[in-house]
């Protein structure tokens, strides 16, 4: 015969490090709130449902079956036989043929009936049985999925805290899918719920990392439809799961005489099992933008990549330069330094030539697929046509693209980002997806206008670049000016010192070295007044709205340059009329004392 005790979780770890009990060997049934302890001799022992028996361990549970597995204990050595149609796991691996078992093994009966296998006492050394929790059973059935945190990075000893909220939602969410599972098998719905890693190893446009979250995808085995749920969704179907599944299970006991189980049937809006179809986000492709910064054709062949890395499609496609009539651009217009095209009109196509290898249509013939791309500032998603039913299609979908004034943040963009590709599966029974036009700027030639500036800001930087190419005009008479002065100056000194060494006469000597010197001053306080007027020039020349600027800063940027404008004017104005005052003043006393007036 075999035993059973029931101990709380407060009671579960003190029993595993102090239980020194002489049975032969024993099973732990674990769950998260209580553990059930099975003790067992030697012979066979079956195990499920029916208990009529004396060697029989009755356990109840999604997807026990009447007689699910058989223990022998034979020569000290005990063996898990599962039976037909049963599913056992041991140590997170599904097994169909007899297994010896060895101490502390995990089993998993069903879709969720966890035991921990206790050996002889002779095996039982210092283990710390305390760490086979629930969780540890879950954490090694996602570790057998490919799923685990791994090891930290070089030089890291922590892991990734994304990874982490991913892993234990991961465990939370597996043993609620295996009964998922159990109840669509039950049913006979024909639905697979399988657990996936969003994001896992998809980038964004800059090459970093995507948030990560756990979905459920889920397939009908019958259709070939597929859903992609998240957690929130999933959990709340699963109540709506269980309330159909024990539904059923009454009817079935209140109907003795069924010997088949029949499929439940539903009305659509009440399937917990059913949702309409949606296009679905197969995976996504970069293609870096770096070429057309220097205008230098691009043609690749891409790897699509799905949420978790595996390979998807294979997509070529290409990066052309172009006129505005959509013409290929030469050698002769390449560029060596991409600054070139600051304030200049570019245009270029993104070609999409052929998608070989879809794996989404190997798996079922009446899909179809389209991609789907942003650019830049794009307010909307451009998507090609929808093709169908070809592993292999042939796109040939080309996009013009178009900037009439060439930004330094476009420029930046180029420069290092990518147009992220994402490749669309479609259904039957779901609606293509759509360019939805009506919020993007297009040329009536169906160019997609892109790096478009506010009118306001596009008149005033024109304003701006106006009032310096003026300033510099300026700028270049004032250095003509001052070159003459210069020369100007430097024959009076010469006629200065020819008077104080010769001389022409008392009235010469009097009148030359006065006149020649207040000239100078005059020279030398204009040249200090323009030192001033230069800086403020070099300030207007800097003054320059930021690239973030809204509306409201570019007002202000507007206001503070026409305050900046005229500072400068008036100083240079000023600077201006004091020299030809002082000019005028000085030739008016020479005169006066020379005697000579016109």
Same mark, same amino acid.
């Given at each position: 015969?075999?035993?059973?005790?029931?101990?709380?979780?407060?009671?579960?770890?003190?029993?595993?490090?102090?239980?020194?009990?002489?049975?032969?060997?024993?099973?732990?049934?674990?769950?998260?709130?209580?553990?059930?302890?099975?003790?067992?001799?030697?012979?066979?022992?079956?195990?499920?449902?029916?208990?009529?028996?004396?060697?029989?361990?009755?356990?109840?549970?999604?997807?026990?079956?009447?007689?699910?597995?058989? &223990?022998?204990?034979?020569?000290?050595?005990?063996?898990?036989?599962?039976?037909?149609?049963?599913?056992?796991?041991?140590?997170?691996?599904?097994?169909?043929?007899?297994?010896?078992?060895?101490?502390?093994?995990?089993?998993?009966?069903?879709?969720?009936?966890?035991?921990? &296998?206790?050996?002889?006492?002779?095996?039982?050394?210092?283990?710390?049985?305390?760490?086979?929790?629930?969780?540890?059973?879950?954490?090694?059935?996602?570790?057998?999925?490919?799923?685990?945190?791994?090891?930290?990075?070089?030089?890291?000893?922590?892991?990734?805290?994304?990874?982490?909220?991913?892993?234990?939602?991961?465990?939370?969410?597996?043993?609620?899918?295996?009964?998922?599972?159990?109840?669509?098998?039950?049913?006979?719905?024909?639905?697979?719920?399988?657990?996936?890693?969003?994001?896992?190893?998809?980038?964004?446009?800059?090459?970093?990392?995507?948030?990560?979250?756990?979905?459920?995808?889920?397939?009908?085995?019958?259709?070939?439809?597929?859903?992609?749920?998240?957690?929130?969704?999933?959990?709340?179907?699963?109540?709506?799961?269980?309330?159909?599944?024990?539904?059923?299970?009454?009817?079935?006991?209140?109907?003795?005489?069924?010997?088949?189980?029949?499929?439940?049937?539903?009305?659509?809006?009440?399937?917990? &099992?059913?949702?309409?179809?949606?296009?679905?986000?197969?995976?996504?492709?970069?293609?870096?933008?770096?070429?057309?910064?220097?205008?230098?054709?691009?043609?690749?062949?891409?790897?699509?990549?799905?949420?978790?890395?595996?390979?998807?499609?294979?997509?070529?496609?290409?990066?052309?330069?172009?006129?505005?009539?959509?013409?290929?651009?030469?050698?002769?217009?390449?560029?060596?330094?991409?600054?070139?095209?600051?304030?200049?009109?570019?245009?270029?196509?993104?070609?999409?030539?052929?998608?070989?290898?879809?794996?989404?249509?190997?798996?079922?013939?009446?899909?179809?697929?389209?991609?789907?791309?942003?650019?830049?500032?794009?307010?909307?998603?451009?998507?090609?046509?929808?093709?169908?039913?070809?592993?292999?299609?042939?796109?040939?979908?080309?996009?013009?693209?178009?900037?009439?004034?060439?930004?330094?943040?476009?420029?930046?963009?180029?420069?290092?980002?990518?147009?992220?590709?994402?490749?669309?599966?479609?259904?039957?029974?779901?609606?293509?997806?759509?360019?939805?036009?009506?919020?993007?700027?297009?040329?009536?030639?169906?160019? &997609?206008?892109?790096?478009?500036?506010?009118?306001?800001?596009?008149?005033?930087?024109?304003?701006?670049?106006?009032?310096?190419?003026?300033?510099?005009?300026?700028?270049?008479?004032?250095?003509?000016?001052?070159?003459?002065?210069?020369?100007?100056?430097?024959?009076?000194?010469?006629?200065?010192?020819?008077?104080?060494?010769?001389?022409?006469?008392?009235?010469?000597?009097?009148?030359?070295?006065?006149?020649?010197?207040?000239?100078?001053?005059?020279?030398?306080?204009?040249?200090?007044?323009?030192?001033?007027?230069?800086?403020?020039?070099?300030?207007?020349?800097?003054?320059?709205?930021?690239?973030?600027?809204?509306?409201?800063?570019?007002?202000?940027?507007?206001?503070?340059?026409?305050?900046?404008?005229?500072?400068?004017?008036?100083?240079?104005?000023?600077?201006?009329?004091?020299?030809?005052?002082?000019?005028?003043?000085?030739?008016?006393?020479?005169?006066?004392?020379?005697?000579?007036?016109?």
């Amino acid at each position: 015969m075999n035993h059973f005790n029931i101990m709380t979780d407060g009671d579960v770890c003190k029993w595993l490090h102090s239980n020194s009990s002489t049975y032969l060997w024993k099973l732990l049934h674990i769950s998260r709130n209580v553990l059930v302890e099975f003790r067992c001799f030697l012979g066979e022992w079956d195990v499920g449902l029916c208990d009529s028996s004396p060697r029989s361990i009755s356990i109840k549970g999604l997807g026990i079956q009447e007689r699910h597995a058989v &223990f022998k204990n034979e020569a000290r050595r005990v063996t898990l036989t599962p039976l037909a149609g049963s599913k056992v796991t041991v140590n997170g691996n599904v097994v169909s043929q007899p297994v010896e078992l060895q101490h502390l093994d995990r089993l998993i009966l069903g879709s969720n009936c966890t035991y921990l &296998f206790v050996g002889y006492p002779s095996e039982r050394g210092g283990d710390d049985w305390s760490r086979y929790d629930y969780d540890y059973f879950q954490s090694e059935l996602a570790a057998a999925e490919g799923i685990h945190l791994g090891e930290p990075s070089t030089g890291s000893s922590q892991t990734d805290p994304s990874l982490l909220a991913v892993f234990y939602d991961c465990i939370k969410l597996m043993p609620m899918v295996a009964e998922a599972n159990q109840m669509s098998q039950e049913l006979n719905k024909g639905v697979d719920f399988k657990l996936e890693i969003k994001n896992l190893a998809l980038s964004d446009s800059k090459g970093h990392d995507l948030e990560k979250d756990i979905v459920v995808k889920v397939t009908s085995k019958h259709s070939k439809q597929v859903w992609v749920w998240s957690k929130a969704k999933f959990v709340n179907r699963k109540f709506l799961m269980e309330d159909v599944y024990e539904q059923h299970q009454a009817e079935q006991c209140s109907d003795q005489g069924a010997t088949e189980p029949s499929a439940v049937t539903l009305p659509r809006d009440k399937d917990p &099992f059913w949702d309409p179809v949606e296009p679905l986000l197969l995976g996504t492709a970069h293609l870096w933008l770096q070429s057309l910064a220097f205008r230098i054709p691009l043609q690749e062949q891409l790897e699509v990549l799905g949420s978790e890395g595996t390979e998807e499609a294979i997509l070529q496609a290409q990066l052309v330069p172009c006129t505005p009539t959509g013409l290929s651009l030469g050698e002769d217009d390449i560029l060596i330094d991409p600054s070139d095209l600051l304030g200049r009109r570019l245009d270029f196509q993104v070609v999409l030539d052929q998608c070989c290898g879809l794996r989404w249509i190997k798996e079922a013939r009446n899909r179809g697929v389209q991609i789907g791309f942003r650019l830049f500032d794009c307010s909307q998603p451009v998507y090609s046509p929808a093709l169908w039913h070809n592993i292999n299609p042939l796109l040939d979908h080309k996009v013009h693209f178009a900037s009439l004034q060439t930004s330094k943040h476009l420029l930046n963009y180029l420069q290092s980002s990518a147009v992220v590709l994402e490749l669309w599966g479609l259904q039957e029974g779901c609606s293509h997806l759509v360019s939805s036009l009506q919020t993007m700027r297009m040329t009536p030639e169906s160019i &997609f206008l892109i790096d478009e500036t506010d009118p306001f800001e596009t008149s005033a930087v024109s304003s701006e670049l106006m009032s310096v190419k003026a300033l510099q005009q300026d700028l270049d008479e004032l250095k003509s000016v001052n070159a003459s002065l210069r020369k100007e100056n430097h024959i009076l000194r010469e006629k200065l010192n020819a008077a104080r060494t010769g001389g022409d006469g008392v009235r010469g000597r009097s009148v030359r070295p006065s006149c020649d010197a207040e000239f100078a001053r005059a020279l030398k306080v204009f040249y200090h007044s323009m030192t001033s007027v230069r800086g403020q020039l070099q300030r207007l020349r800097r003054h320059r709205p930021s690239e973030e600027s809204d509306l409201l800063g570019l007002k202000l940027f507007v206001d503070e340059h026409r305050r900046l404008l005229r500072d400068f004017s008036e100083q240079m104005e000023e600077s201006v009329s004091t020299l030809k005052q002082d000019v005028a003043a000085i030739v008016r006393r020479k005169r006066e004392r020379s005697g000579v007036w016109p």
